[in-house]
T-cell receptor
Framework: GAGVSQSPSNKVTEKGKDVELRCDPISGHTALYWYRQRLGQGLEFLIY????????KSGLPSDRFSAERTGESVSTLTIQRTQQEDSAVYLCASSSSGTSGVETQYFGPGTRLLVL | GNSVTQMEGPVTLSEEAFLTINCTYT??????LFWYVQYPGEGLQLLLKATKADDKGSNKGFEATYRKETTSFHLEKGSVQVSDSAVYFCALDRASSNTGKLIFGQGTTLQVKP
């Protein structure tokens, strides 16, 4: 596609429910990143995919968070038993190979999650 | 550990004023440095970058120079416009990492008044 897309754009859920957030990276990009942006704060790294494998999951805040990627394309971030502190904008980014910091990461518009 | 610190906002300027947004970093090795911008209602996009000491990144009239001696990457623009109103994020990649993941500052909101 022309850019990174994410869905849904907004999600309101009740505490304790599970949510799934989707990311469609730029076609051909092998590297995919998930970040979280809490209100008034910078972005926090969550997880990095190279192809379908995730060599760096160090940013996932708890075992309630998981992510997968299939077909070296779409990725899904799942949050189980959501808590109010999970409320944030979840951003996805992709880059062509991810092996060098000089590559540009292209960001999607984000999913705004609100946990009531 | 690796971190990025930006000046707190909001920064409010009149049109055609000079802009500086300070950014300092802590990192092992030699990271690449980035400025990202988030315009109202839009996604995050790369503004400029520098990959080694003394490099200057520039785009849309904005400049930033990678200063290893002061571990800084301050963003400057000589004459801001109302359309520059946005949130600006300084970021670095972990030089010791081969994942390319970025570490961001907390963001600085710029408001330019006509």
């Amino acid at each position: 596609g022309a850019g990174v897309s994410q869905s849904p754009s907004n999600k309101v859920t009740e505490k304790g429910k599970d949510v799934e957030l989707r990311c469609d990276p730029i076609s051909g990009h092998t590297a995919l990143y998930w970040y979280r942006q809490r209100l008034g704060q910078g972005l926090e790294f969550l997880i990095y995919f190279q192809g379908n494998s995730a060599p760096d999951k160090s940013g996932l805040p708890s075992d309630r968070f998981s992510a997968e990627r299939t077909g070296e394309s779409v990725s899904t971030l799942t949050i189980q038993r959501t808590q109010q502190e999970d409320s944030a904008v979840y951003l996805c980014a992709s880059s062509s190979s991810g092996t060098s910091g000089v590559e540009t990461q292209y960001f999607g518009p984000g999913t705004r999650l609100l946990v009531l | 550990g690796n971190s990025v610190t930006q000046m707190e906002g909001p920064v409010t300027l009149s049109e055609e004023a000079f802009l500086t947004i300070n950014c300092t970093y802590t990192a092992t090795g030699y990271p690449s440095l980035f400025w990202y911008v988030q315009y109202p209602g839009e996604g995050l996009q790369l503004l400029l970058k520098a990959t080694k000491a003394d490099d200057k990144g520039s785009n849309k009239g904005f400049e930033a120079t990678y200063r290893k001696e002061t571990t800084s990457f301050h963003l400057e623009k000589g004459s801001v416009q109302v359309s520059d109103s946005a949130v600006y994020f300084c970021a670095l990649d972990r030089a010791s990492s081969n994942t390319g993941k970025l570490i961001f500052g907390q963001g600085t909101t710029l408001q330019v008044k006509p």
